[in-house]
């Protein structure tokens, strides 16, 4: 068979529906460039709510906490009754007010229900449950274990006859709703009364008024047919073909196709890992290469196909046209095209999101240049759907893999649609699913034994009407029975009342409960943590009104240190500030306004450091200083051995059959000692083998080239230019020391503190590094700053630009390693002598800042040692940092809950909890809000991607995230995935997320509201984030403290939160001491520094 242009009308609809899955597929770059996003970013253009309602209709993925934590949260008092009450009464579609009974002694409103059924678990039960419930926990004996006390109490005091009061208030329950007492046990089908079975028909009759006079068989027939079309209808909008054979049959023929298409789609992608790739992917890329392989594929799983080498042979050049080519094989209407390869790609979201992306990236600096597209993958996923489908359509049926055929075979075999439908549903008794499953192995398919496939097919269709059955008639046993037998106990209603209430206001109680299900629930849980965060957030911001220095700088810092606003640094700045009151502390974005292209002394190629959504246009590179030509050398030739050998031990020894062994067995003796103590002491291992590196590979003195001397030639993102020339380095430093508000009250020593992350086997390490460098290390750009900022010739210009830096100030680079406490520091042998006093002082500080900042973070380590010593916290963090099997070196982001943008007189004095962003901003400096405006557009995207990643991964981790680390491999250096042949894992481990609590970020910002609300007005990105709800924004006034809350639809509401004497607490330490959980923020006392 020959494709030509029959396909070219329907080429556009293909290549439209394509482009479109950008916005539903994961987003995640390859794992060494990783950087925390929006997980939802597909959906960010619409409000939060709506977001998550349209992400989990497209993949089943509820986005909210589940509801056991929440109560969890609450049982803790995170959440009270009046966060829950508050929340209530914003919606007033929940008329939470609203009297739903009322009798002399008792009113019962919407909002007690809501509340019961927020606290406690009113869900429907099964046929099973139920019964473990009567027979186990005496469930229609003693009240329910989870009613309050007082409401225990109160409805049965002691010496009333308990047991008596609780069958009456179920036999009440069940009289209101007209449901007999029945023997819920399923076998009891098998011998049913006459009476019974009337009753059930007559139940059938009425809820099917429009099959008066049918037979049973004929009406389940007319509900086969009916399901039947609705499964249908669902192909291309929920389901795939591969979906509804499943539901048919039990069979999943993606546990047969994923391993196949995984291992043309690792080989194509492979970034070095592999030893042998898809042959010509370079040159054909992903599909032509894939398509010319298959044909001499000589798996013996393709052999058992039928017609797999026909199918093979007659698949198209071009990866559309065999879209095309198996779509209307399968015979999917053209009009569902589209949502057919949307489902298609979703059934296996990491790889198709990860080709999506490097097709969306054209300029990804892959270590191949096989340039994958998602059209490819699809093609290839569709060929291989076809022949597994075709194989299971034949076996079981003896049809074709084709929609029509599935159609045309189940409108003739309709009792056998019902019996594979409810059985593969998994909701039948026991015995009918053994019955079902023995009938579809000794007949196979209604062709045989008609008359049995009918008769299970009428008395599956009857079960459903029974009291046993979860579906059907309007109430039942195990649910409006069940729901309000516990409502009513939580209520605190006895028989009495129950018996005297009309079956109206019963009724209502339910359709309440009905009316209030997960989704809003979930929705009331979210917003009642995060008012009570916020509420205790304002107390603590409000409390520390006036108390912080640094709001003027009317005396000169003794140092200043500017830190990025990563949240982890707000407890390194807080003891800093601590021990040495006369040091001042900033927070700026880690790439420190200077976004390049680096390349550092052994890297083979640039990176880029800077924002993501920043293309850096200028070039950076480390070189030796002058006279280290010989050490140049020596570094280089031992830096090229330690290449050789680390790649012979992981990647060579494997690839080479014959000579592998022989090699293992001399070099084991030399290996094994090592690889014992870097089991059993990880940080001597780790420093053995440091000394033996740098013996290997010495340590070369370094400086930046970073001066371009062509003032002519402009820079750009596709010719970047090697250094920046002086204007540019003048732009760049006024720009940023501006937005920091830095332009006075220069101290003697600056540092600009970038910060990483280094531990062991950590295939996530770029998760722990600066997203503000694109998920890299922000040492180089600290390092180029202060380079810039040294320069006389820069200072003389940033002058010009109306900043005066005195000439006694100078600036150092370094780098916070926020795993193991280690600051790196840089051109330390370009410090003038008289700073060198200063910076000996300064550096002594540090080192107990260290210790310090290891000690709080120990707290929430399971593993750590219970209260340790500062000089213990720091020995503990460090030996973490060099264990190759600990699963959490650090925990990341965890816990981040907020960012503050402004000076740091508003936050300092108060405690934290290492859950902010800290941002600094004057706003005295910036009366028009244009300085404001440039730090929300950079430092809002960025705080919302890391904080709704977080959110989102540790809502559901196991679709959102990426599971626990433990099972995870690397595959070709690109992703991890679980096993050999699983989907790539997006988001994060479970090992990074476990401590930290599902909330939107809430953003307060030193500005007057009116500055604030024009900034809205005028940039759509902020109002697509803050009116979305993706983030939440409130407002600190500059002069008189007050605080202003956004609320979405109104604009900032004043907030008027009642008065509360914050704790007060001499050091940081004392605010965190015994305690593991999440603490509120709190006031540390603060020292008298005149002028400060």
Known sequence: MHVTSIFTSDRERIIAALDHLDHVLPGQAPILDFVHHNTLHGYQHLPFEEALAESEKMTGINGYLPERQSRKFYEQGRITDQDIFAVLAKDPNLQAEQIIYQSDDLIIKRKDIYRIALLYDLQPINVNQFNWQVEEKKALEIVQDDVPDQIRR?????????????????????????????????????????????????????????????????????????????????????????????????????????????????????????????????????????????????????????????????????????????????????????????????????????????????????????????????????????????????????IDAKLGSIQYYFRKNLSEFMVRRLLYLGELPEYLTHSAKALIVHAGSERHNQTEWQQLADLMWTWQFSPMSESGITHNTCNSGWRLFRLCQHLGLGPLQVQAMQRESLLQMLSVLDEFNTTERSKIWLYAYERNYREAFFQAIRANHDRGRWATRKMRPESQLIFCIDDREESFRRHLEELNPAIETLGAAGFFGVPMNYKGLDDTKVSPLCPVVVTPSHEVQEVPRAGSAQALSSHLSGSRTIKWVTNWIHQGLRRHLLIAQPVIDIVAPIVLPGLLTKTIFPKTQSDWVTRLRKRVSPDVKTQLNFTSTDNVTPASPEKPKLGFTDNEQADRVAAFLRNTGLTYGFAEIILLVGHGSISQNNPHLSAYDCGACSGRHGGPNARLFAAMANRPVIRQLVAERGIVIPPETWFIGTEHNTCNEEIIWYDLEDVPAERLGALKKLQQQLQQIQRMSAHERCRRLASAPLNPTPEQALEHIEERSRDFSQARPELGHATNASAIVGRRSITQGAFFDRRAFLISYDPTQDPEGKILEGILLAVGPVGAGINLEYYFSTVNNERFGCGTKVPHNVVGFFAVMEGTSSDLRTGLPRQMIEIHEAVRLLVLVEAKAQILEKIYARQESLRELIGGGWILLASKDPENGDIYFFERGEGFVKWQGETVDLAIFEKSPNCYRDQTLPISPVLIKQPELQGA
């Not at 049965?156 to 609780?166: A, F, K, L, V």
Request: a negative charge; charged letters at 25%.
């Open 154 to 398: 109160r409805l049965y005091p002691s010496g009333m006859d308990q047991r008596h009061e609780i069958k009456q208030l179920w036999e009440s329950i069940l009289s209101k709703l007209g449901l007999e007492q029945a023997d819920l046990h399923p076998e009891n089908m098998l011998d049913l009364s006459i009476e019974q079975a009337k009753d059930w028909i007559n139940k059938i009759s009425a809820s099917h008024p429009d099959s008066t006079g049918l037979s049973i068989h004929q009406k389940m027939r007319q509900e086969a047919g009916t399901k039947f079309d609705e499964m249908l209808s669902q192909i291309g909008n929920s389901i795939t073909l591969r979906g509804l054979v499943m539901a048919l049959s039990g069979i999943d023929i993606l546990f047969s196709v994923r391993p196949q298409l995984i291992r043309f789609g690792a080989s194509a992608l492979d970034e070095g890992m592999a030893a042998w790739q898809l042959p010509e992917r370079h040159k054909l890329g992903f599909y032509a290469a894939w398509r010319a392989a298959a044909k001499y594929d000589i798996n013996p799983f393709l052999h058992d196909l039928p017609d797999w080498q026909q199918i093979i042979t007659d698949v198209p050049e071009d990866a559309v046209d065999c879209i095309i080519l198996q779509l209307s094989q399968l015979e999917i209407p053209r009009d569902r095209w589209d949502g057919y390869l949307r489902r298609l790609a979703l059934e296996i979201p990491g790889w198709s999101g990860m080709i999506n992306w490097r097709q969306h990236h054209p300029q990804y600096n892959a270590e191949n240049d096989a340039a994958p597209k998602l059209s490819d993958y699809l093609a290839i996923r569709l060929t291989l759907d076809r022949l597994w489908l075709t194989q299971a359509c034949r076996d079981i049926w003896r």
